[in-house]
């Protein structure tokens, strides 16, 4: 298994109120992704980060922000929660050294917004 | 509008015969795609990739074909065992930011 651990596993939170997601690897690979998993959609990008404080948004990115201090550490955060926002986030990462390199994924948080 | 699509939902082969899932895109800048297993309460696991200059890669009893013409890619599990019940997602990438999934297949392998 790569050598990502998402926390927390799950999450019950309540509408507006602000949640952080935690991805952690210990591969120091450059390349991390948010992503989400929803009934009939499969996986869809929130953001993604190339570096240390480097990150870009992917394609349902209106209402999460990232942050990227540490190679190892790319924290999703929810400012303000919503229903629409219930789903299972999978953190991936990449490895640079190599162009086809495939993603490797987390085990999940799944979140609801009650 | 889905550039990466399964149109399978759902699949069902006996054990020991041959699974072929299926997926279908629609962007000609793809150049790379995988091929992901996915177990309930689990994260997606990375079962097979093929470029886009080869058309056929094989590894042990799952093999990939591509036909870029017809933006038509498969994966084939020869045979079929009880374990490979899972749900499949095809997924491609042109620029590797964006690794674009399908929404899956679950397959069901019958003993």
């Known amino acids: 298994d790569a050598g990502i651990t998402q926390s927390p596993r799950h999450k019950v939170t309540e509408t507006g109120t602000p949640v952080t997601l935690r991805c952690h690897q210990t591969e120091n690979h450059r390349y991390m992704y948010w992503y989400r998993q929803d009934p009939g959609h499969g996986l869809r990008l929130i953001h993604y980060s190339y570096g240390v404080k480097d990150t870009d948004k992917g394609e349902v990115s209106d209402g999460y922000s990232v942050s990227r201090s540490k190679t190892e550490d790319f924290l999703l955060t929810l400012e303000s929660a919503t229903s629409s926002q219930t789903s299972v986030y999978f953190c991936?990462?990449?490895?640079?050294?190599?162009?086809?390199?495939?993603?490797?994924f987390g085990n999940g948080t799944r979140l609801t917004v009650t | 509008d889905q550039q990466v699509k399964q149109n399978s939902p759902s699949l069902s082969v006996q054990e020991g015969r041959i699974s072929i899932l299926n997926c279908d895109y629609t962007n000609s800048m793809f150049d790379y795609f995988l091929w992901y297993k996915k177990y309930p309460a689990e994260g997606p696991t990375f079962l097979i990739s093929?470029?886009?200059?080869?058309d056929k890669n094989e590894d042990g009893r799952f093999t990939v074909f591509l036909n870029k013409s017809a933006k038509h890619l498969s994966l084939h599990i020869v045979p079929s065992q009880p374990g490979d019940s899972a749900v499949y997602f095809c997924?491609?990438?042109?620029?590797?930011?964006?690794?674009?999934f399908g929404p899956g297949t679950r397959l069901s392998v019958l003993p």
């Open positions: 997924a491609a990438t042109a620029m590797r930011q964006n690794f674009v």
């Open positions: 991936a990462i990449s490895d640079d050294s190599s162009y086809n390199s495939p993603l490797h």
């Open positions: 093929i470029s886009s200059i080869k």
